[in-house]
């Protein structure tokens, strides 16, 4: 019989204390988004050799980054897992299970198997923060909000991590367009743990959504004090902060946040890890922005260069995907760009999966259009856009990150002198969630022109 329960009193397949002690930090540390957590599962492995919920949880973690640089290792500690699988509980099978899936491009099946553990388990929280991850970067909102309210029945002030689990239900329920329900719940997560950076971005989004761009400045310049413990999350907040200030106008100043703050070069989280797929995506989609706004961004394109062409054979995102694509035609490396478009048509020609199929509905078209923008070749990119623009959910993101790529499409249809397009397109966006459409900027441009 196992000796050891976790912090909400689930079994931990160890009788060594210490691998229990460092596994459970280490969750906490993955569910409050710091940086600790793989040293912590590394240290629980080395207590326990056979530790497999230790194995299986730094596989999913590492599964979270959305790169192919990780699957090998993922697929080596589902290999050292599986030997020892005789012997596992229902919920290591749940992790095994689902994380064999995911890994092998079939998020939503992934979701399904951490789902149905959630009915017998419903307050363990790493599964809800995974089956989150999931469903977002397989554009399943309203599916991830009603997981997380399935399980409220089981949750109280008194259970472990309970303002964890309501930053869980903010961000769910923000993307399904309960702004109100939202903000409720990660304001409270955030008044009971002023450092929940999740409760945090969820409010950031409704924010977003709401076109509250003053209340949006506030809350994020008045919480980001305290995200100094946390890991990339921290870099996303700041990015946030600058969609607040490119609709404030203080464009000069978010440009300063690219190196300062969003992905600082010097410190030593960029240091550790150069290539983390949010930093290049939040990099990139905001120098975009910025330069959709008659920006000059000076040689800030050059900082990501060299990175991106090194993950023309990557493959696990076609959100991150897009994200390099831009990176890659800034920067003029046309022959990279074509072998990333190689690659995914290569993947998505012979791979199966919900990953292959959001590349072939999606993304393909998505990387092609972010090159063809880049070539002024703005017929192409609205041929390219216009008919995906309703697909888009499936390459994942959120809808606040999304809005890039109908930003790039409203550009492209003004600069392609198809204007009678552009209230169409503010028609979609209105029905995404976002409000006062009309009057953010870039768009407020287009409108005017519109009504003249």
Known sequence: MPDYLDCRGHVLNTHNADAAKAFDAGMRGFITWRTDAI??????????????????????????????????LIKDLLAQAAPLMENCDDRELAYFDSLTAAVNGRGVEAATVLEAMLVKYPTELLAHRLVQFELFWNGRAGWMRDIAERAVPAWSEDTAEFGCFQSVRAFSSEEAGDYEHAERCGRLAVEIEPTDVWGTHAVAHVHAMQGRVDDGAAWLEGLSGNWGAANQIGHH??????????????????????????????????????????????VASLLLRLELRGVDVGDHWGILGEICAGRTDDHANPFSSAHDMMVLAATGQFQAADRLLDNIRDFAATAEGGLATAYRAAGIPLCEAMLAHRREDYDRVVALISPIRHDLPLIGGSHAQRDLFYQILADAAHRAGRGELIPLYFDDIRRLGFDHVAQRTLYRDMSAGQAA
Request: hydrophobic share 55%.
């Open 237 to 282: 907040l700041w990015w946030h902060l600058c969609l607040m200030l490119l609709e404030q106008g203080d464009n000069d100043r978010a440009l300063d946040l690219v190196t300062a703050q969003v992905r600082n070069p010097t410190s030593p989280l960029v240091q550790a890890m150069p290539a983390a797929t949010i930093d290049l995506q939040n």
């Open 39 to 72: 040293a912590l599962l590394d240290a629980a492995m080395a207590a326990d050799p056979e530790f497999i919920l230790a194995k299986l949880a730094k596989g999913w973690i590492l599964q979270t980054a959305r790169t192919t640089a990780f699957w090998p």
